[in-house]
């Protein structure tokens, strides 16, 4: 009820303030900041193409030249269709974008099937299944024969399930996919078993549910989608993990990048207060057991993200005890940092941005721009409006902008290294047959080997106990 309160406060608020936040929106969009021609990149083709219907629809592709770019650009019609957003409409206004993204209600026929998946310390994260129409009411597991690809996505670390979250399950299974929303500790429901939650950049959780994912899905692909400050959670799972992540491709929209810069400036005033209420009220139902853990009177007196952030996870418990994990504000973020371990990312990434982002900040300090203009497997779509998780406009359909974006780019990347891989067969293939009696006394199999799994699987789960429920 608070949330919803909240909400019409800051709705009459923009109401009263539009003409300024429509001459705000304005300003933003005649300052924009396009890639650098000091070099020919793959974005120059649809750059050329926006250029010539304005800037205001600028959508560009920043990445490092390559193969893989290349075919994107040529399979993905997305990148090079500009966001036709009318100046006379409410969609110009960032903060009105952000609001509709996140909070705007949506008749939507999905539902969900929740699995409780119990971890390794007997913490509990929540697994929500998405299905549609009258097959919820069914008590219905995924059937590990299935070859559907599995879309898992990470919401915002405050564990808001947003509109953006539910357009994008709904788009996801009108494309085939799976779609499953990995929920964290204590967040969207999920009960606190255990005296800890979990850390902004710590994909331990995170580890143990796409193991799961992958042991109840085994035929299937498994691709990565996250929002806004849950790419933190995502990024550092990819650069943990490395080759051995089993996601395919991800995707973030609205990536917050520097996240300690973040937390110690906050978003504008409205929204910087509407995420620190959002957040006390999520934690105060756990208030009594969290006294053991951390000081609760100055998590919730606490004025700003970080303070809040600094009370959880930087400080003693009430009783005067060390908690693990905990250090200065510093160490915490070397711990912490979603681009800690970036360059050990070994599958292709989207990040899908708005210059005129009210909740990231100027593009141009919060940016990581030399990621994606060196680092390959990185590819940044920056469009010159649609907000924080917004990116609607007034001639959509039934999928969002940037959900159409993130979906082709999976099928895109998904159908290049199938036809890699098709090639390098075809290549062995004629060299075996070239070889003529080289090879006639050995046993030799051209069909690639599957990765053998490091770990035991059995070894971490007892799947005889109950661990979903």
């Not at 990581?368 to 409006?385: D, G, K, M, S």
Request: aromatic share 10%.
């Amino acid at each position: 009820m608070l949330e919803w309160i909240g909400t019409v406060c800051f709705l009459i608020l923009m109401a009263i303030l539009w003409p300024v936040v429509k001459c705000f929106g304005a300003a933003s969009h005649s300052t924009l900041l396009l890639p650098r021609r000091d070099s020919k990149r793959p974005g120059d083709r649809c750059d050329s193409k926006l250029e010539e219907q304005g800037e205001s629809a600028a959508v560009a592709l920043i990445c490092k030249p390559s193969a893989l770019a290349n075919y994107l650009l040529k399979h993905c019609m997305t990148f090079c269709k500009s966001l036709s957003i009318p100046s006379w409409t409410w969609r110009v206004s960032s903060s009105l974008q952000t609001v509709f993204g996140a909070l705007w209600p949506v008749e939507c026929p999905v539902h969900f099937i929740r699995d409780h998946l119990q971890l390794s310390d007997d913490g509990l994260v929540a697994l929500d299944w998405a299905v549609v129409g009258a097959a919820h009411h069914k008590r219905r597991r995924t059937s590990s024969n299935s070859t559907s690809p599995v879309l898992l996505i990470i919401p915002n670390s405050f564990g808001k399930i947003t509109r953006n979250v539910l357009k994008l399950c709904e788009a996801a299974l009108s494309h085939g996919y799976l779609p499953v929303i990995f929920n964290r500790r204590s967040q969207n429901g999920t009960p606190l078993s255990t005296i800890r939650l979990q850390q902004f950049g710590d994909p331990t959780d995170l580890r143990e549910a796409v193991r799961y994912i992958r042991y109840r899905q085994p035929a299937g692909q498994i691709y990565a989608v996250s929002e806004s400050t849950g790419s933190g959670l995502l990024l550092s799972y990819l650069g943990e993990c490395g080759s051995s992540s089993y996601v395919t491709a991800a995707a973030c929209l609205s990536p917050i990048f520097r996240c300690q810069s973040w937390f110690e400036s906050g978003p504008s005033w409205p929204f910087h207060w509407a995420l620190l209420l959002y957040q006390k009220i999520c934690l105060s139902r756990y208030k009594t057991v969290l006294g053991e853990l951390v000081h609760t009177d100055s998590v919730f007196s606490s004025c700003s993200l970080k303070e809040m952030e600094e009370a959880l996870f930087c400080h003693f418990s009430s009783k005067g005890v060390p908690v693990e994990g905990t250090g200065s504000w510093e160490a915490y973020w070397e711990r912490n940092d979603p681009l800690r371990d970036i360059d050990e990312v070994a599958i292709p990434v989207l990040c899908v941005c708005s210059q005129d982002d009210p909740i990231r900040g100027d593009p141009r300090t919060t940016l990581p721009l030399e990621l994606f203009e060196n680092n390959p497997h990185f590819f940044l779509l920056l469009t010159a409006c649609g907000g924080h998780c917004g990116f609607s406009t007034s001639d959509e359909g039934p999928v969002v902008w940037s959900h159409q974006a993130l979906l082709e780019f999976f099928r895109a990347t998904t159908d290049f290294f199938a036809a890699e891989e098709r090639a390098k067969l075809g290549a062995r293939r004629r060299g075996l047959s070239g070889a003529g009696k080289t090879f006639r006394h050995r046993s030799v199999s051209t069909c690639k080997r599957l990765p053998v799994c490091s770990h035991n699987i059995h070894a971490i789960y007892n799947w005889q106990r109950s661990y979903t429920r």
